[in-house]
């Protein structure tokens, strides 16, 4: 496969695969009650490759939240954006040089 090596012999990142797949970039700030003191809310910032709308690794983390962690959720803030996009990845036809 083309995307498992480098043009100098190295693999390529997961993370670039999932790019070019069209995985973005997805930040969630969590806003969560603490255990031991349900009125003060604490924030926890949680960033990985996901895909949009559903963003199925973000909610497997939330279900993972509710299902071990003592901190109620109280609210969930997403942020998204593909670094790679469309326009950006084009074949190239040739190559000139100038001398």
Partial sequence: ????KAASGTSVSPDF???LLGYGLTTAEILYRRPDHHWLLQSYVWQEYDLFPNFPALNAFLEFWRAK???PLFAVTVAHSKL???AEMRAIDGEFRLH
């Fill in 84 to 86: 790679i996009k469309p």
């Fill in 69 to 71: 962690l003592e901190g």
């Fill in 1 to 4: 496969m083309a995307l498992q």
């Fill in 17 to 19: 695969r999932k790019q």
